[in-house]
T-cell receptor, first 113, second 113 residues
Framework: EDKVVQSPLSLVVHEGDTVTLNCSYE??????LLWYKQEKKAPTFLFML????IEKKSGRLSSILDKKELFSILNITATQTGDSAIYLC?????????????FGPGTSLSVIP | DTGVSQDPRHKITKRGQNVTFRCDPI?????LYWYRQTLGQGPEFLTY????????KSRLLSDRFSAERPKGSFSTLEIQRTEQGDSAMYLC???????????FGPGTRLLVL
């Protein structure tokens, strides 16, 4: 059965700290790994990763995928209180007619001043 | 705003009542997805549409649940004879096509008393 596991499930850090969020996956016909940020509403898209070893960056956030180890990390440097949210990792299937995205439980990040 | 929209944003109902939610996807997106999210969990896939065709339904979708996308644009999700266990956030997402990034709406939060 497809599954996505995230760790830690929750994390509390101080402003300015750097955090690394982990995601491992077992997804049939895997195609892409997605990261979303969820505050008190719907998830907002951060990254889609399809190739191993190629880092994607957006400001202070970066992510990389290891398709051999079935693993991805999301790094946030110089954290700010606005980074407090649940970070969701999801595995997407191959581009076929029957694709769906399998979400992990999320990592709840709290950044305190 | 040209993002995914959902209506209503909140719904409180009594057990046994029927409820219907609406989702309007991003206009050029032909794929539309429904998810359910409970506290502390990532979104769980319910069903999805390619234009007006419903292509896959999760085993989570009991016979009390029905979804339609009659003209390939907006979609409705109906829950009949609601139960307290149906209380959750119901999220809609849309994408350009198979394997493309899914963009989420704000969700409908359902509370069944």
């Amino acid at each position: 059965e497809d599954k996505v596991v995230q760790s830690p499930l929750s994390l509390v850090v101080h402003e300015g700290d750097t955090v690394t969020l982990n995601c491992s996956y077992e997804v049939t016909n895997f195609r892409s790994l997605l990261w979303y940020k969820q505050e008190k509403k719907a998830p907002t898209f951060l990254f889609m990763l399809t190739s191993s070893g190629i880092e994607k960056k957006s400001g202070r956030l970066s992510s990389i995928l290891d398709k051999k180890e079935l693993f991805s990390i999301l790094n946030i440097t110089a954290t700010q209180t606005g980074d407090s949210a649940i970070y969701l990792c999801a595995g997407g299937r191959m581009k076929t007619s029957y694709d769906k995205v399998i979400f992990g439980p999320g990592t709840s990040l709290s950044v305190i001043p | 705003d040209t993002g995914v929209s959902q209506d209503p944003r909140h719904k409180i109902t009594k057990r046994g009542q029927n409820v219907t939610f609406r989702c309007d996807p991003i206009s050029e997106h032909n794929r539309l997805y429904w998810y359910r999210q409970t506290l502390g969990q990532g979104p769980e896939f319910l069903t999805y549409f390619q234009n007006e065709a419903q292509l896959e339904k999760s085993r989570l979708l009991s016979d009390r649940f029905s979804a339609e996308r009659p003209k390939g644009s907006f979609s409705t999700l109906e829950i009949q004879r609601t139960e307290q266990g149906d209380s959750a956030m119901y999220l809609c997402a849309s994408s350009l096509g198979a394997g493309e990034t899914q963009y989420f709406g704000p969700g409908t939060r359902l509370l069944v008393l």
